[in-house]
């Protein structure tokens, strides 16, 4: 069994940062890509900043320049360092990994997300 907990959310002014972390747990064999994905209220989830088992990022537009996607290997932990926060980065935040169990078993796993509040 694999487990996702997300940490670090809170409220914020805009501006401010905020560092929410994902400790992954369990049956862990191997971690390929972690990512971390929001969700507003009203609106779909989306992708906001994936790391790759070699470290690479990929971030999207919006938050480009102003997040730091990181990963600690040694720890199965990902982070998400969020800095000059604004309004529209109000959402739930949720960590998202692929995880192998065994060398035949993959899966995606999700975390239960954090809240994330900007005020303005």
């Known amino acids: 069994q694999v487990q996702l907990v997300e940490s670090g959310g809170g409220l914020v002014q805009a501006g401010g940062s905020l560092r929410l972390s994902c400790v992954a747990s369990?049956?862990?064999?191997?971690?390929?890509?972690m990512s971390w994905y929001r969700q507003a209220p009203g609106n779909q989830r989306e992708l906001v900043a994936a790391?790759?088992?070699?470290?690479?990022?990929n971030y999207a537009v919006s938050v480009k320049g102003r997040f730091i996607a990181s990963r600690d290997a040694t720890k199965n932990t990902l982070y998400l360092q969020m800095n000059n926060l604004k309004t529209e980065d109000t959402a739930v935040y949720y960590c998202?990994?692929?995880?192998?169990?065994?060398?035949?078993?993959?899966?995606?796993?999700w975390g239960k997300g954090t809240l994330v509040t900007v005020s303005s």
């Open positions: 998202n990994a692929d995880i192998r169990t065994s060398p035949l078993s993959r899966m995606d796993y």
């Open positions: 369990g049956n862990i064999f191997s971690i390929n890509v």
């Open positions: 790391v790759a088992r070699s470290g690479s990022t």
